[in-house]
């Protein structure tokens, strides 16, 4: 049996005195597209600062395929690839330059690097345009070309932090059906963090975090099911108002 | 990790600093006009009232212009140094220090490839100064070029570690310009870029006292008597000390385990 792609065990955070993640548990297998719904200030961004290891938890455990984070910094990260919430493309350097950036930083092997980029340049339909700054690019295209490059180096788990934010509805669709696919044919373990509840299937795993804990962790019809809703929507409000109240 | 992945990453890391550089036009034009309007306007017209007496390494008395070419070689290290730190907070405003943040190679590699890639975009820099101000008739020896690499490296190494520390402990791009202020323009004008340090012995013994504690006098000095061929000890090991102050405290700040970084970013 393979490895998990992620597995938190009991990880919280706290910035100061402010609790920011209290005991959050739960483990994502290797092909799972799982959509971690939260409003804003839930925790989804410390949550990621904490499994790309910008910060150390102070309790708990992270692993990535089986790696610990903090016993096997370098093995666990190399599993990884991100698309953080901030654009984080370079606006200077070409769409080639960017990517090439990415594979250095990765220690990529140079015989594998060409074949691969000329895949990613295909997938993105802009090798046309490889030479250009990413200046000139649309947000829609340079949110593909993040994409793309996270998994560059095919990582075992890939973490998306609300990428589809500022976009329109055609790019956000075109950006959610090339995840999946990866996700489906790659075999790669995706956590999908949005606040964005039409971005959520009814056969995807789902996880409901709110004020830094998970209230509910399944896939979206069981959590309609066990809440008695018709919607993701409303179980998210359900669990939600329920929590607070 | 093997060998030849730490030396792609930094070859990567390098390279993008480059190109980095290479377009960002007004940055070049910016790093090489502030030294020459010091030295074609300043020195020109402080020429005569800034008489230079006969101290090592010079062995004959000097023109004013080429007594603060060292000087402004260190100037050009200096802004560099502090402009990486202030591209460094911007990045991670922005994002993009994450990128390098999550690469799986030690944190502190990645640092010091990164001080070191800015490092050596800022020497490019010093050199095509010198080959300007050669033009000028300051002129050293032939040696002299050869030699003061390394102790452009080091003085670059240190005041970007520096930079670095700086970066690590500043939390908004806003409070950037305000440390700027407080590190560029005393750092500059209490050593002795502009003005031998005996000069300002006979003016004020404390402020002689602040100008050879300050780092950057000794990364001056160390330039100054490399480019004449000779080495100053005493500038050497202030220099290396300083560097390796500065590069603890900012490997510090960027563990993200006992670091700044976490205690001053609110979670989303």
């Known amino acids: 049996m393979s490895e998990a792609a992620l597995n938190l065990s009991e990880v919280s955070f706290s910035y100061s005195k402010r609790q920011v993640l209290d005991g959050v548990s739960f483990t994502l297998e290797p092909g799972e597209f799982c959509v971690l719904l939260g409003v804003n200030g839930a925790g989804k961004t410390t949550l990621f600062s904490l499994i790309t290891r910008l910060f150390v938890s102070r309790g708990g455990s992270i692993s990535i395929s089986g790696h610990d984070l903090k016993k096997h910094s370098r093995k666990a990260l190399s599993q990884l690839g991100v698309v953080f919430q901030q654009p984080t493309l370079d606006l200077d350097l070409s769409l080639i330059q960017n ?27 802009l090798a046309d ?96 099911q066990q809440t008695g809703t018709d919607s993701v929507k409303q179980a998210f409000n359900y669990l939600t108002r329920s929590e607070t109240s | 990790m093997k060998v030849a992945q730490y030396y792609r990453c930094m070859w990567g890391i390098f390279v993008r600093e480059a190109l980095r550089f290479i377009h960002q036009r007004e940055r070049f034009l910016g790093a090489l006009v502030r030294p020459l309007v010091w030295l074609f306007i300043f020195a020109a017209g402080f020429r005569s009232v800034l008489g230079v007496s006969i101290i090592p390494p010079y062995e004959t ?32 405003e922005m994002g993009s220090m994450r990128m390098l943040m999550v690469s799986p190679f030690p944190r502190w590699y990645l640092l010091l490839c990164k001080l070191s890639a800015g490092t050596l975009v800022a020497i490019a820099q010093v050199y095509l100064f010198l080959g300007i101000a050669w033009f000028w008739d300051v002129q050293p020896p032939l040696i002299g070029y050869v030699l003061a690499f390394p102790a452009l490296l080091l003085s670059g190494l240190m005041l970007g570690a520096l930079g670095l520390l700086l970066s690590s402990a500043i939390k908004q791009l806003e409070n950037f310009a305000g440390v700027m202020n407080f590190v560029i323009f005393p750092m500059f004008f209490a050593s002795s870029a502009l003005y031998p340090l005996w000069r300002i012995k006979d003016s004020s013994l404390y402020l002689y006292e602040i100008c050879r504690f300050n780092p950057f006098t000794h990364a001056v000095e160390l330039i100054r008597f490399s480019l004449y061929g000779q080495i100053g000890w005493g500038a050497f090991f202030a220099v290396v000390g300083s560097l390796l102050l500065f590069l603890a405290g900012a490997l510090y700040g960027y563990d993200p385990a006992r670091g700044l970084m976490s205690r001053k970013q609110g979670g989303g």
């Open chain 1, 129 to 224: 345009r490889e030479t250009e700054r990413v200046r000139a690019l649309s947000g829609g295209q340079r949110r593909r070309v993040e994409l793309v490059r996270a998994l560059l180096h095919q990582p075992r788990l890939l973490l998306a932090d609300e990428p589809t934010v500022g976009l329109d509805i055609h790019s956000r669709q075109a950006i959610l059906k090339q995840v999946r696919r990866r996700c489906h044919e790659d075999g790669i373990g995706v956590l999908w963090a949005t606040h964005l509840v039409d971005e959520v299937e009814p056969q995807d795993q789902l996880i409901i975090l709110h004020g830094g804990k998970v209230l509910a962790r399944g896939s979206a019809e069981e959590i309609m």
């Open chain 1, 99 to 125: 990517l090439h950036y990415h594979c250095a930083l990765q220690g990529m092997n140079p015989s594998k690097i060409s074949d691969r980029l000329q895949l990613a340049m295909g997938e993105i339909g």
């Open chain 2, 61 to 92: 008395y000097i023109l004013y212009e080429e007594y603060i070419v060292p000087g402004l070689a260190a100037m050009i290290l200096l802004f560099s140094g502090m402009q990486s730190s202030l591209s460094m907070v911007y990045d991670r």
